[in-house]
């Protein structure tokens, strides 16, 4: 159940009805659309205690709010997960206890997060991870969430446009685009590379006439056949066994 939820959870033709229901919804009825240059994007990172929802904590979350390329708002804050952060994850991001001892908690934080958002657009390298870690923890936590349910994923549109390119990860774009990013695995750093990619790839979409949000959010999605949706679920499958192995 777990992986077939994620891929309906990233297929925005399907709205999650709670109880493991899923209900289709019609393109059009999801999000106005507009021309790419209009839309207002919130480029979007999160730091956190581990890769596990319902169980991990935010540390620190950092957005840009962005249009036509330009920065026109930021969020930016640490957060004390009332929990221990691991020497891993402190060695990681530099982000130790002592550092988020006087940040707010998660409860002040995401629901300042979600009034930043309004009704813009959820971008993240790897949309996967962050869109669905925020939204599990806006579930645990029973506040209001996104207005707009829509979210964009640099790492996928990636994968597309630039297949020959086999690191597409931030540290790997930011060496193939020759960008100088400083305090990698900081939220704020990595949204500002996400929105540097995001930029880039806006600007070659338009040049293929992927010029509306409803194109872009069209081009991003996983066009599979059986045999290779049967090997995205069967690779799933092994990553949720493996997670939960390291939970352990």
């Given at each position: 159940m777990g992986s077939l939820r994620e891929l309906l959870s990233i297929d925005k033709r399907f709205?999650?009805?709670s109880d493991n229901r899923w209900k289709c919804v019609p393109i059009g009825d999801l999000i106005?659309?507009?021309?790419l240059k209009e839309v207002t994007f919130v480029i979007t990172d999160i730091e956190t205690t581990g890769s596990i929802r319902g169980k991990d904590r935010i540390i620190e979350i950092a957005a840009l709010k962005a249009r036509?390329?330009?920065?026109?708002?930021?969020f930016?804050?640490?957060?004390?997960?009332?929990?221990?952060?691991?020497?891993?994850?402190a060695k990681l991001t530099k982000i130790t206890n002592s550092t988020v001892n006087d940040s707010?908690?998660?409860?002040?934080v995401l629901s300042s997060y979600i009034d930043f958002v309004d009704n813009g657009i959820f971008v993240a390298h790897n949309s996967l991870f962050d869109f669905c870690f925020i939204n599990s923890e806006i579930r645990r936590l029973k506040i209001e969430g996104f207005k707009n349910q829509t979210d964009i994923c640099t790492y996928r549109i990636a994968r597309k446009l630039l297949p020959d390119v086999k690191a597409r990860g931030i540290n790997g774009l930011s060496l193939y685009f020759d960008y100088p990013i400083k305090d990698r695995h900081r939220a704020m750093p990595d949204a500002l590379a996400t929105h540097f990619f995001l930029?880039?790839?806006l600007n070659q979409l338009e040049s293929r006439g992927i010029d509306t949000l409803h194109k872009l959010i069209d081009f991003?999605?996983?066009k599979l056949g059986k045999s290779e949706l049967k090997k995205k679920l069967k690779k799933?499958?092994?990553?949720?066994?493996y997670s939960r192995f390291r939970a352990f």
């Open positions: 709205v999650d009805c106005d659309d507009k021309p036509n390329g330009d920065i026109l708002d930021r930016e804050t640490l957060v004390n997960p009332h929990r221990n952060i691991s020497k891993q994850i707010p908690p998660i409860e002040e930029n880039i790839f991003q999605k996983d799933q499958r092994k990553k949720n066994r």
